[in-house]
């Protein structure tokens, strides 16, 4: 019997949302069909691939294909310029690892004005990570989305203990774009939605952040979580789930065990940035099959193979 | 799958208000009515003119532009016996935001409401009956099968017949309900739509026991499998039931807020 596709599309769709302005503008989302089914409707927007870069810039310390991409640039504000020129960026993500104050504590006087020239600096749009500290990046957020006002930038992310205060200050106040944080969890993906949207944050300006975890790590959770908010969202029609999803990847899959064991260590696993690169990938791909709407990774090389990859399933 | 479908029963001609409004052309009661039901929940407003033998037509558009326009072409539900006033309805109405349904055929005079739903791409309420109440879920079925037939041969979608079993009135019929349920879940199993005027069922009980007696009874037909209702939407009770019930059926997913979306 001769096959006969039924595309299945939905007349829910996934909200559009654009990050950047002008020329330099991505927008993500947009959607009404299941997770890269392409040959059921084709993507009005194909899933975004956004480059990390922190403040420190000590992520490239012992992986030497890295720090030669990065080479000669000493400020956050070059290294994002490098980052929004790699093959298959799209935006860039500028996390404030040093502003933990677990750590470095950076100031968030000299957080903004990092902030500020790596605005400036990029042609591409910008994401910028706080400290996963709860306290300091209400702090940040709020003065970093004073600084760049007009430059519709997304903040990753506002959580059920500090919604109140990031959705006020950078949806609500300066108009920029807000991440709802939950972790693995898809009632209170579901409920942080809810409450945003309460507090007078419009869906159009929250991008989910469903959680991650590097595969291998419970992967299987985030991917059945992913999977089941698209559905709600396609099936359902339920436009408290509707919202594009954003995973950070890097951040995850850096620092699990394959990915920092040193080779003098383990040397049976062969090279440990090979295998960093391939965890990043590896979970970067599972993400986008389970739903997610843009990824963010560090390697160059990852960031090459997973644009490749969404280009040739378009 | 989809969530329950709720049709709010408020814009109905027995209404003091709402016969004056429609005797006067006056907006005010029946906006105010609308958008009370539509800040409620309901998906579709049924919009009840009576027999309106003289001036149904011109009746009849009034109203579907009257709050299609005001309120984003919000989905309507056009429920009178009068068939050329359904079609004058139809003829203006906007379905961006759903198909219009036709409130009601039966397996008896009205069975060509049927024809008229499936000539204009309506939806249809199919009430189980044909002279009086069937007797029991035997002639419920037959009548089912008469009008699912009768759909079908004319090219409409069996999910656009929305079958109403007929909520009996317990001050009089307590014995029947328990058939009525039943008759939803033999729906149900064949892959049907139902629905119904839900709050029949609690006729002559004191006010105050109403909402009890509905919400009961909605749980028990959505554990049927009811897929739709014709109700109060302001019944507050009641609303937390649907939504409840939608969540245990698995129909929306769940939030701490959920009562408040």
């Known amino acids: 019997m001769p096959f006969t596709a039924k595309p299945r599309k939905f007349s829910a769709g996934i909200i559009e949302i654009p990050l950047g302005v002008g020329q330099n503008a991505v927008t993500i989302g947009g959607g009404n069909v299941l997770p890269l089914y392409y040959f059921d409707n084709p993507a009005k927007n194909p899933p975004a691939v956004g480059v990390e870069i922190t403040d420190t810039g000590v992520e490239a310390a012992g992986l030497p294909e890295l720090a030669a991409y990065y080479e000669g640039a000493n400020t956050p504000a070059e290294r994002a310029k490098k980052a929004a020129a790699m093959e298959g960026a799209d935006f860039v993500c500028l996390r404030f690892e040093g502003a933990d104050p677990g750590g470095l504590n950076r100031s968030v006087a000299d957080c903004v004005a990092i902030a500020k020239e790596v605005v400036e600096a990029i042609n591409k749009p910008l994401v910028i990570a706080g400290s996963k500290n709860l306290e300091k990046d209400v702090e940040l957020f709020s003065a970093c989305a004073e600084v760049c006002s007009d430059k519709n930038v997304l903040f990753l992310s506002a959580r059920e203990e500090n919604y109140k205060t990031i959705g006020a200050s950078c949806a609500l106040a300066y108009g920029q774009k807000v991440g709802a944080e939950s972790s693995v969890d898809i009632n209170l993906a579901k409920q942080l939605n809810v409450l945003m949207t309460q507090l007078g944050v419009q869906p159009q300006s929250i991008v989910m952040n469903l959680g991650s975890a590097a595969a291998g790590y419970g992967f299987e959770y985030v991917a059945s979580t992913m999977e089941r908010v698209k559905l709600a969202a396609l099936e359902q029609n339920d436009t408290m789930l509707q919202m594009p999803v954003i995973t950070p990847v890097a951040s995850e899959t850096w620092s699990v065990k394959e990915s920092i064991m040193p080779e003098s260590d383990m040397p049976e696993w062969g090279s440990l940035e090979e295998r960093g690169i391939e965890m990043e990938t590896v979970t970067a791909s599972a993400c986008l099959a389970s739903g997610c709407d843009a990824v963010i990774l560090r390697h160059p090389t990852s960031v090459k193979a997973i644009a490749a990859l969404i280009a040739a399933l378009l | ?261």
């Open chain 2, 1 to 261: 799958m989809a969530r329950f479908t709720i049709i709010g029963e408020r814009i109905h001609c027995i209404s003091p208000s709402i016969r004056e409004a429609m005797d006067t052309k006056n907006p005010e009661p029946i906006l105010k009515r609308a958008k009370e039901q539509i800040d409620a929940g309901a998906a579709y407003l049924d919009v009840n003119i009576g027999p309106a033998e003289s001036n149904g037509e011109e009746l009849m558009k009034w109203v579907v532009q009257l709050i299609q326009e005001n309120f984003d072409n919000h989905p309507l539900c056009l429920d009178t016996a009068n068939r050329k006033a359904i079609e004058a309805g139809i003829s203006v109405y906007n379905r961006s935001k759903g198909k219009p349904i036709i409130n009601s055929a039966d397996a008896g005079d009205r069975i060509v409401n049927i024809d008229l739903a499936a000539a204009n791409d309506a939806i249809c309420l199919a009430l189980c009956s044909k002279s009086g109440i069937s007797k029991d879920n035997d002639e419920r079925m037959m009548y089912c099968q008469e009008m699912l037939e009768r759909g079908m041969s004319l090219g409409m979608d069996p999910a656009d017949l929305w079958f109403d079993p007929l909520f009996l009135v317990i001050k009089g019929m307590q014995d029947k309900l328990m058939e009525v349920l039943e008759f939803i879940r033999m729906c149900t199993d064949m892959g049907l739509n139902t629905t119904g005027g839900l709050s029949n069922i609690s006729n002559g009980m004191p006010k105050h026991i109403r909402p009890i007696m509905d919400s009961a009874m909605l749980a028990m037909a959505m554990m049927s499998g009811l897929t739709s209702a014709i109700v109060n939407p302001c019944d507050q009770r009641l609303m937390e039931t649907i939504k409840s019930c939608d969540i245990i059926r698995g129909d929306t997913l769940y939030a701490d807020s959920y009562l408040e979306v």
